[in-house]
């Protein structure tokens, strides 16, 4: 086999290296246009997974590795003049420049050649010549933008300019610090990569770049400004460059890996921001993963493919962090009122890779003292502490979410609701949502939909708030009003989301006359006679929740449904008062608040849903959903509930664990209400740590109560606590424990010889 690699970055050589070791019978040649001891940045960091798997597959260089490898534990916030020192996260990093040397040598000794200085020729003729061309030629691929129809790149630009320096002098922990300017806030990422030097990346926002003037200086003024900016932590000492330039981070994603005989390999094929890790261990780890499918695949197609099925999830996975983070620092400015350890904690989980559990695990001490500060009693983990909204006092920060259960006959529920509403009250959640409860008959979504605007629905809910009461005490259980606009007249979830029904449909109505998909019935525009309607219709079934025992009521202004239909510029194109500019379209939603907030009593909360983004161009957007919440707020919510789309059928939501949870971080920080975060919460772990970070306030799951109706409950026996926060029902106390299992671990051996 006769492989050419177009790049001579660690990524591209270490593919070389592996790839020659186990078939020292391959050609290979790497072309790389610069000089070989040219590089971009000084140091890298790599993991111990990543070098757990380099010492299987090459000891040689892992031995290099390691005679050069500086290692640390601790990492170090400095924010307004207090340092947090956080232990046992375990770094190990050295010099780019000699990790190529090492990596030079490797490939030299195994007989890969290495043309420097020279441009690869052009992809297609090395795909003529070669079987097999690694495309390892960094972000700025020129084969990936060869073949870009195949590739399907997508390069996003992010907001902050960064640029990498040194000091020679190593930092004594991986540093952040945060510096408040006259021009807006900067921050330092330093760790040490040498006994005697450190790799030190300034960034800030763009606007704050140019403010401060960064982007009308010469490189060595920009060095010089940096180290005067950030003196106490160099302690004095300059700053150096190597032809580093300020620049803009690119996350780059490629619909495909491969094409014919080329592959895509590390910056080329991914990229992840840097204050997540290192580039050079996800090019290292996909070279690691090439080699290894070359070796147990048949055929070359059978190999580039299972390599791509291999790597996707785990590059998917970094990426989502890495956008965590890079998000986090665009938006630190939100959070430089935080004490200063939930700064800490708020900064070391960002990325919601470390969570509470796992930082406890590794620092126990600093984890204690942020729960002392956040105000949590002694063993009781955040979760469980109270939290009040008006006159309703939380015994615990769970939210059961709003679920459409679609099993109600004539609006009215039943036996199914009060098991369903019923079970989760008794397992342990500080507050229970009903599902959307619909003001009118044509307000529903499906013919399955429970409503609120008859007599014998609200005698029904009666029941059930009841029981909750009765049976639950100290469980609050709150309704959710809404209407179904254009998302109307549609067939049971199960039959076929957001589909017509075959017949017996009713009428839709909605902000603009405009069908929510193909094939959907469209909706006619409503007029103000019907608005004055449909207001009155939020208020009777309000008047009807208050008498049936509701704690909490929930406005529902999202997912495209009625009012939410309002808000968004997608589906609003009124030219009336109801639309156009951002507060004309938010006039019928605060409209129909007030008129809610007027008949629910004074003493409980109301709360509102939305949509923080649409998910799609052109519509709502998370700066928008600012002041949306922000005048809910000053309408008197309570309470943001914080969901994402499903406004537009075309959306392109970014899924991932806890996806949704920065939209309410950001209307926390940004407005001062308080949020219920929501979407794909999936552990206590990440309870814990949203609420401990200040991120939220409260979080609504919902599949995991699907999954566990006493979700809570399990959560308190699995932390070991047994304090105010969490109840078990006198009937269930004999399962607070966890249930013993058989024996699932084997006697180690008791000798081990070696050969």
Same mark, same amino acid.
């Given at each position: 086999?006769?492989?050419?690699?177009?790049?001579?970055?660690?990524?591209?050589?270490?593919?070389?290296?592996?790839? $020659?070791?186990?078939?020292?019978?391959?050609?290979?040649?790497?072309?790389?246009?610069?000089?070989?001891?040219?590089?971009?940045?000084?140091?890298?960091?790599?993991?111990?997974?990543?070098?757990?798997?380099?010492?299987?597959?090459?000891?040689?260089?892992?031995?290099?590795?390691?005679?050069?490898?500086?290692?640390?534990?601790?990492?170090?916030?400095?924010?307004?003049?207090?340092?947090?020192?956080?232990?046992?996260?375990?770094?190990?990093?050295?010099?780019?420049?000699?990790?190529?040397?090492?990596?030079?040598?490797?490939?030299?000794?195994?007989?890969?050649?290495?043309?420097?200085? +020279?441009?690869?020729?052009?992809?297609?003729?090395?795909?003529?010549?070669?079987?097999?061309?690694?495309?390892?030629?960094?972000?700025?691929?020129?084969?990936?933008?060869?073949?870009?129809?195949?590739?399907?790149?997508?390069?996003? +630009?992010?907001?902050?300019?960064?640029?990498?320096?040194?000091?020679?002098?190593? !930092? &004594?922990?991986?540093?952040?610090?945060?510096?408040?300017?006259?021009?807006?806030?900067?921050?330092?990422?330093?760790?040490?990569?040498?006994?005697?030097?450190?790799?030190?990346?300034?960034?800030?926002?763009?606007?704050?770049?140019?403010?401060?003037?960064?982007?009308?200086?010469?490189?060595?003024?920009?060095?010089?400004?940096?180290?005067?900016?950030?003196?106490?932590?160099?302690?004095?000492?300059?700053?150096?460059?190597?032809?580093?330039?300020?620049?803009?981070?690119?996350?780059?994603?490629?619909?495909?890996?491969?094409?014919?005989?080329?592959?895509?390999?590390?910056?080329?094929?991914?990229?992840?921001?840097?204050?997540?890790?290192?580039?050079?261990?996800?090019?290292?780890?996909?070279?690691?993963?090439?080699?290894?499918?070359?070796?147990?695949?048949?055929?070359?197609?059978?190999?580039?493919?299972?390599?791509?099925?291999?790597? $996707?999830?785990?590059?998917?996975?970094?990426?989502?962090?890495?956008?965590?983070?890079?998000?986090?620092?665009?938006?630190?400015?939100?959070?430089?009122?935080?004490?200063?350890?939930?700064? @800490?904690?708020?900064?070391?989980?960002?990325?919601?890779?470390?969570?509470?559990?796992?930082?406890?695990?590794?620092?126990?001490?600093?984890?204690?003292?942020?729960?002392?500060?956040?105000?949590?009693?002694?063993?009781?983990?955040?979760? !469980?502490?109270?939290?009040?909204?008006?006159?309703?006092?939380?015994?615990?920060?769970?939210?059961?979410?709003?679920?459409?259960?679609?099993?109600?006959?004539?609006?009215?529920?039943?036996?199914?609701?009060?098991?369903?509403?019923?079970?989760?009250?008794?397992?342990?959640?500080?507050?229970?949502? +009903?599902?959307?409860?619909?003001?009118?008959?044509?307000?529903?979504?499906?013919?399955?939909?429970?409503?609120?605007?008859?007599?014998?629905?609200?005698?029904?809910?009666?029941?059930?708030?009841?029981?909750?009461?009765?049976?639950? /005490?100290?469980? @609050?259980?709150?309704?959710?009003?809404?209407?179904?606009?254009?998302?109307?007249?549609?067939?049971?979830?199960?039959?076929?989301?957001?589909? /017509?029904?075959?017949?017996?449909?009713?009428?839709?109505?909605?902000?603009?006359?405009?069908?929510?998909?193909?094939?959907?019935?469209?909706?006619?525009?409503?007029?103000?006679?019907?608005?004055?309607?449909?207001?009155?219709? !939020? +208020?009777?079934?309000?008047?009807?929740?208050?008498?049936?025992?509701?704690?909490?009521?929930?406005?529902?202004?999202?997912?495209?449904?009625?009012?939410?239909?309002?808000?968004?510029?997608?589906?609003?194109?009124?030219?009336?008062?109801?639309?156009?500019?951002?507060?004309?379209?938010?006039?019928?939603?605060?409209?129909v608040f007030d008129a809610v907030r007027a008949v629910w009593p004074a003493e409980r909360p109301m709360t509102v849903r939305i949509s923080a983004t649409d998910w799609a161009e052109g519509g709502t957007t998370a700066e928008d959903a600012v002041e949306i919440a922000r005048a809910?707020?000053?309408?008197?919510?309570?309470?943001?509930?914080?969901?994402?789309?499903?406004?537009?059928?075309?959306?392109?939501?970014?899924?991932?664990?806890?996806?949704?949870?920065?939209?309410? &971080?950001?209307?926390?920080?940004?407005?001062?209400?308080?949020?219920?975060?929501?979407?794909?919460?999936?552990?206590?772990?990440?309870?814990?740590?949203?609420?401990?970070?200040?991120?939220?306030?409260?979080?609504?799951?919902?599949?995991?109560?699907?999954?566990?109706?006493?979700?809570?409950?399990?959560?308190?026996?699995?932390?070991?606590?047994?304090?105010?926060?969490?109840?078990?029902?006198?009937?269930?106390?004999?399962?607070?424990?966890?249930?013993?299992?058989?024996?699932?671990?084997?006697?180690?051996?008791?000798?081990?010889?070696?050969?």
């Amino acid at each position: 086999m006769r492989v050419a690699i177009i790049g001579g970055g660690p990524g591209g050589l270490y593919a070389a290296a592996l790839l $020659k070791r186990l078939d020292p019978a391959r050609d290979i040649t790497v072309w790389e246009r610069n000089a070989p001891d040219e590089t971009f940045g000084f140091g890298v960091v790599l993991s111990d997974e990543t070098l757990g798997g380099i010492e299987h597959a090459d000891p040689v260089v892992y031995e290099a590795l390691q005679r050069d490898f500086v290692r640390w534990d601790d990492i170090d916030i400095v924010h307004r003049g207090v340092t947090h020192r956080s232990g046992g996260h375990g770094f190990a990093a050295l010099g780019r420049r000699r990790l190529l040397e090492i990596l030079h040598d490797r490939c030299r000794s195994l007989g890969v050649e290495l043309d420097f200085r +020279t441009e690869a020729p052009h992809p297609d003729t090395l795909c003529a010549e070669y079987d097999l061309v690694i495309a390892a030629d960094g972000v700025n691929s020129t084969t990936r933008a060869t073949h870009a129809d195949v590739f399907e790149p997508q390069v996003t +630009t992010h907001r902050c300019r960064y640029i990498w320096l040194a000091a020679d002098f190593p !930092f &004594d922990a991986f540093r952040f610090e945060i510096a408040e300017t006259e021009h807006g806030v900067m921050q330092l990422h330093g760790y040490p990569y040498a006994a005697d030097a450190s790799t030190v990346i300034v960034e800030m926002r763009e606007e704050v770049w140019k403010a401060a003037g960064f982007d009308d200086v010469t490189p060595q003024e920009s060095i010089d400004r940096c180290a005067k900016i950030f003196a106490e932590a160099l302690r004095g000492r300059p700053l150096r460059s190597n032809n580093s330039a300020w620049t803009t981070f690119r996350t780059v994603v490629n619909g495909r890996w491969s094409n014919g005989n080329v592959v895509l390999l590390g910056d080329a094929a991914h990229t992840a921001h840097f204050s997540i890790g290192s580039g050079t261990k996800l090019a290292v780890e996909d070279a690691l993963a090439l080699a290894a499918c070359l070796r147990e695949q048949p055929t070359l197609e059978t190999a580039l493919a299972a390599y791509e099925e291999e790597r $996707k999830p785990v590059v998917a996975s970094t990426q989502r962090a890495a956008r965590a983070s890079l998000e986090w620092f665009e938006n630190l400015r939100l959070h430089l009122d935080q004490p200063p350890r939930q700064f @800490a904690f708020n900064l070391l989980t960002r990325s919601r890779r470390v969570t509470h559990d796992n930082l406890r695990l590794r620092d126990a001490h600093f984890t204690e003292a942020v729960e002392r500060e956040f105000g949590c009693p002694p063993g009781t983990p955040p979760m !469980f502490t109270p939290f009040r909204l008006r006159g309703l006092t939380l015994r615990n920060r769970v939210v059961v979410s709003p679920m459409d259960m679609y099993s109600a006959t004539d609006g009215v529920p039943g036996d199914f609701h009060l098991v369903h509403l019923g079970a989760r009250a008794l397992g342990g959640a500080g507050l229970v949502m +009903t599902e959307m409860v619909c003001v009118s008959e044509e307000g529903r979504i499906t013919p399955g939909c429970a409503g609120l605007y008859t007599g014998r629905q609200a005698e029904a809910w009666r029941r059930i708030t009841d029981f909750v009461h009765g049976q639950a /005490p100290g469980t @609050a259980i709150g309704v959710q009003l809404g209407h179904s606009g254009r998302k109307g007249s549609t067939k049971l979830m199960w039959e076929g989301m957001d589909e /017509p029904l075959p017949r017996g449909n009713w009428p839709l109505v909605a902000a603009s006359p405009l069908p929510y998909k193909a094939g959907s019935q469209t909706p006619r525009q409503l007029s103000r006679a019907q608005l004055t309607d449909i207001r009155e219709q !939020f +208020t009777a079934a309000a008047w009807r929740a208050a008498r049936a025992g509701f704690d909490l009521l929930e406005l529902h202004c999202a997912h495209g449904y009625l009012l939410s239909g309002f808000l968004s510029p997608l589906t609003n194109r009124r030219t009336d008062a109801y639309g156009g500019s951002p507060e004309g379209r938010l006039r019928f939603p605060l409209e129909v608040f007030d008129a809610v907030r007027a008949v629910w009593p004074a003493e409980r909360p109301m709360t509102v849903r939305i949509s923080a983004t649409d998910w799609a161009e052109g519509g709502t957007t998370a700066e928008d959903a600012v002041e949306i919440a922000r005048a809910f707020a000053a309408h008197g919510a309570d309470a943001i509930d914080v969901s994402t789309g499903q406004v537009v059928a075309g959306e392109r939501p970014e899924f991932g664990r806890s996806y949704q949870t920065p939209f309410a &971080d950001r209307i926390r920080n940004s407005v001062s209400v308080p949020v219920i975060a929501v979407g794909a919460i999936s552990s206590w772990d990440d309870v814990n740590s949203l609420i401990l970070a200040g991120r939220t306030d409260l979080c609504a799951l919902g599949r995991p109560h699907l999954y566990d109706p006493h979700w809570t409950l399990h959560a308190a026996a699995e932390q070991g606590y047994e304090g105010p926060g969490v109840a078990w029902p006198a009937p269930y106390r004999a399962g607070s424990q966890r249930p013993q299992t058989g024996r699932t671990d084997a006697p180690k051996p008791r000798l081990s010889l070696g050969d």
